[in-house]
């Protein structure tokens, strides 16, 4: 793994692409690895990061929750499953609600692949994430 990845909080493979995603923990990055050769594909740093998570991968984006704060960081994939570039920020609105300390922590995707579920360690509630205009 890069030298700049201070922790990795989970590592999740995509068989289209042959990428290893991995949240960056408290390092604010996330890391695309091609799983064959092991070298970097991609790599993005998450201005105002908390600390970077859990990862769910769809059919057109991966999801990352940052546990510290109430929103997901979305990388759209092109139909092959490699990043096309675009990364932006998902606000986890209605049912969620960012705890103090310790907040989204899980996220997978759910039958029919329109939605993920975020489940809140300091508060043992999972709440459905709509990412409405954004890839999934």
């Given amino acids: 793994m ?7 909080s989970e590592v999740l493979c ?13 390092g604010g990055d996330i890391t695309a690895y091609d799983a064959e050769p092991g070298a970097e594909a991609f790599r993005v740093v998450v201005a105002d990061a908390g600390f970077l998570n859990d990862i769910a991968l769809t059919r057109q984006a991966v999801y990352v929750t940052d ?20 990364v932006s920020s998902l606000l986890l609105t ?18 029919g692949g329109d939605l993920v579920l975020v489940s809140g360690r300091s508060t043992s509630r999972s709440c459905a994430v709509c990412p409405v205009g954004h890839p999934g």
């Avoid at 890069?2 to 990795?8: D, L, N, S, V």
């Avoid at 510290?68 to 990043?83: E, H, K, S, Y």
């Avoid at 049912?95 to 907040?103: H, K, L, M, N, V």
């Fill in 2 to 8: 890069a030298a700049e990845t201070t922790a990795a």
């Fill in 14 to 26: 995509d068989a289209r692409s042959g990428l290893l995603w991995v949240p960056g923990g408290n």
């Fill in 67 to 86: 546990s510290f704060t109430d929103a997901l960081t979305v990388v759209a994939l092109d139909g092959a499953g490699r990043p096309v570039g675009q």
């Fill in 94 to 111: 209605g049912d969620y609600a960012q705890p103090e300390g310790f907040g989204a922590n899980g996220i997978r995707e759910l039958p």
